[in-house]
Each structure stands twice: as C-alpha cells, then as structure tokens.
C-alpha cells in the first residue's frame, strides 16, 4: 500500500459528510472501500472470567480500520500464544463507520490539465475510519485473575500501533 498517507492526516475528529441523494449523479460517495477488521469477539466466547482489562483512549481521535486491525492482531497473537485460545476473551468495540476521502493533487509539467482542482475537491473514498471520544474504550480482554499480567502486557503491545494517547484499566467483574 504505497498510496497509504499518514495517520496524522486522518487523526482530527471532523464531522462525518457524506451526501446521499436518490438521484445517482447527486451522491459524492459512490462507494465505501471495504473494511479490513476481520474479526470483532476472538478466543472463548462462552467463558467465564472474573476480570477484564481494558484500552481506552485518553484523546478525542479518529482511528482507521487498518490501524484496528493491526491492533488486534498483536493482542490476539499474544494471548493465544502464551495463555491460551480458551483462556479469555478479546473484543474490540469500535466499529470504522466514517468514510475517509482524499482529493488528490498532481504536480509537475502538464499537471493543470489531468485535475479539476479545487472545483470538485469532496474528494475520493480511500479508507475508514472509526470515531473516538476521550474515555471510550478500544479494547476489552476477558480473562480470570491469574493471566491478568499476560493481558496488560499484550494490551500494551497494541498502544504503539494506535493513534493518540490510550491508557490501559483493569477491573473485576
């Protein structure tokens, strides 16, 4: 994914636009891109633990989808690695609902000719993105209290791979 900006372009919360009209030429969104979080409950959904930690965010922010996926990923890898895939229950509880949109620019000679400018700027549909309020919780881990430390340490692997600042809690049930 060389076409990939960075996340710093995206972080701002801005208010979700999209323009949605029965007539076809009317609509700016055409499509949405697909979203790459796979999965959103992993490893035992049925157990029954008596703790749960949690990653919130410290920060009003937008997360992309990629950023979430990469995320979990890490957790989930090193839960199941070392704990076990029926020893807790990971969820992520953001859904990536706001369409990210891009007008792309071109430089260099003859460039005035291949692009409208700033006349039609909307822009195009290149990713999404979900919205979160200072407080709001990113991820929730399941677990009994002997893997506690297992869990906060894997939660804290995912810390790098998000946007903003995020903090991790861990409570009994």
């Keep these: ?5 960075k996340g ?4 701002r919360l801005i208010k979700a ?3 949605k009209s029965k007539v076809r030429s009317k609509c700016y969104i055409k499509t949405t891109p697909q979203n790459k979080v796979v999965k959103f409950d992993m490893g035992n959904l049925k157990g029954d633990f008596d703790h749960v930690v949690k990653l919130s965010s410290h920060q009003n922010i937008q ?8 995320a979990r990923l890490v957790i989930f890898r090193r839960l199941q690695k070392i704990v076990g895939l029926s020893n807790f229950h990971l969820k992520l509880k953001l859904y ?3 369409v990210l949109r891009e ?6 000679a003859r460039a005035d000719r291949l ?8 822009g195009k549909s290149v990713g999404l993105a979900a919205q979160v309020k200072r407080g709001k919780t990113i991820f929730i881990i399941n677990i009994n209290k002997e893997n506690i430390k297992q869990a906060t ?20 049930k």
């Design 1 to 5: 994914m060389a076409n990939l900006r």
């Design 115 to 122: 692009q409208t400018g700033m006349s039609h700027a909307f």
């Design 96 to 98: 990536p609902h706001h």
């Design 63 to 70: 997360i992309r989808h990629n950023a979430l996926e990469s």
């Design 17 to 19: 636009y999209t323009r």
């Design 153 to 172: 340490e894997a939660i804290k692997l995912a810390v790098p791979r998000l946007p903003g600042k995020c903090y991790v809690k861990v409570e009994e």
């Design 8 to 11: 710093r372009c995206y972080s």
């Design 103 to 108: 007008n792309k620019m071109l430089s260099g």
